[in-house]
């Protein structure tokens, strides 16, 4: 049995099609996202440092992300507090929260990148 031209040409036509989509096809790698805090627990009422370390799978730093922040108490009847990110370095921020009253407080941090998946990390902290 005798295999037609245009058939050979259909196979090589969606070969090159697969592997050019392949090559041009963003990538999304999972960020790795690291929360520090710079003030040792229990956090006190008033201003705190939080220190945010984005890097690649590899440990590389991320540089040129999208982070953003919100803080308020899960137990309280009440909107986020503003929150203030400050770069200080490749894949280094500074993060700046007020806490106005004692008791449990989260802190939501979402990082965005390019070639990385969105990154989303809730901390729970005690506030005396």
């Known amino acids: 049995m005798r295999v037609r031209p245009i058939f050979w040409l259909l196979l090589v036509f969606s070969c090159a099609a697969v592997l050019t989509l392949a090559a041009l096809w963003p990538v999304q790698a999972p960020a790795v996202l690291q929360v520090h ?3 040792q627990p229990p956090l006190r009422v008033g201003t705190a440092q ?3 370390q984005l890097t690649d799978p590899q440990g590389i730093p ?5 982070v953003t922040s919100s803080a308020w108490m ?3 009847v009440m909107g986020p ?3 203030y990110i400050r770069q200080e370095g ?3 921020y500074s993060v700046q929260v007020f806490f106005s009253m004692p008791g449990a407080w989260a802190i939501k941090i979402e990082a ?3 070639g990385f998946m969105p990154q989303q990390q809730i901390l729970h902290l005690e506030v005396a």
């Open 37 to 39: 805090l710079a003030e």
């Open 50 to 52: 939080l220190q945010l």
């Open 62 to 66: 991320i540089e040129k992300a999208q």
């Open 74 to 76: 899960p137990d309280m």
């Open 81 to 83: 507090t503003p929150i």
């Open 90 to 92: 490749p894949g280094s």
């Open 112 to 114: 965005r990148a390019a």
